[in-house]
């Protein structure tokens, strides 16, 4: 019955994760052997670009969100949905479409450089965003009165 269904979802959920982790594995492991073959200042100035990018995006949604009127917990939703790219299908996407191109570390480096970038700001903004998500529209926390 429901319990089968339900063991079999997660097993094919952690199927699924663990061939996801394996092709990411796989692109980094040939992405980094190859050699990136990409002086450092322009890695670092790609960096700059997608670090201003990303904290643009973030500030954008953050301001749209609350234009639309959603509540601060939606608004705190929206700014870590509303810029999250995924290395697990960016990857792979990447070197399918590009297998064989000598210049595919360039179309891998943004992918390999945002991921980590995104997670890093993200975990910097959790204590500001919870405190914000903890308010109601008034300032008052959530459920103090």
């Known amino acids: 019955g429901a319990l089968g269904s339900k063991a079999t979802t997660r097993g094919l959920k952690r199927t699924s994760d663990v061939i996801i982790l394996a092709i990411v594995y796989t692109t980094f492991c040939n992405t980094f052997s ?22 643009a995006y973030k500030t954008a949604i953050f301001v ?35 297998e064989g191109n000598p210049d595919l570390v360039w179309f891998c480096l943004p992918v390999l450089i945002y991921h980590p970038m995104q997670t890093a700001v993200g975990s910097a903004l959790v204590p500001r965003l919870r405190e914000f998500a903890e308010k109601d529209g008034d300032g008052d926390e959530v459920g103090s009165r």
């Open 34 to 55: 190859s050699g990136f073959g990409v002086p450092a200042g322009e890695v670092a100035a790609l960096a700059l670009v997608l670090g201003v990018l990303l904290v």
């Open 64 to 98: 749209a969100a609350r234009a639309a009127g959603l509540s601060n917990i939606d608004t705190v939703a929206a700014v870590f949905v509303g810029s999250q790219k995924t290395l697990a299908f960016g990857l792979p996407l990447i070197k399918a479409l590009f």
